[in-house]
């Protein structure tokens, strides 16, 4: 198993967690991560799952952003970083 480090600041708080823009492998990065709140609950989960999954499936499009990856724990999503951009 590859780890890979990350260098983290925080750039949007939201209810679903944190967005963070990073450097990973060279790149610029924005790691979306789901954080545990009173609501939390594996209904949460799924969605975010199903959010990775769908963008697993898209094709390279410019107005799309692309997916890296994903971190099962805590769980998050690594995209791409636009400057400007929304997740």
Known sequence: TRRYSFIFRKIISKAYGVVF???????????????????FGEAQIQEF??????????????????????VANPLSL??????NGSL
């Open 21 to 39: 823009k990073a450097e990973y492998r060279n790149q610029i990065v924005a790691v979306k991560r789901l954080l545990p709140t009173d609501e």
């Open 49 to 70: 799952m199903r959010e990775i999954a769908m963008m697993k499936n898209l094709r390279p499009h410019p107005s799309v952003v692309t997916l890296l990856g994903f």
């Open 78 to 83: 690594v995209t791409l970083f636009y400057e």
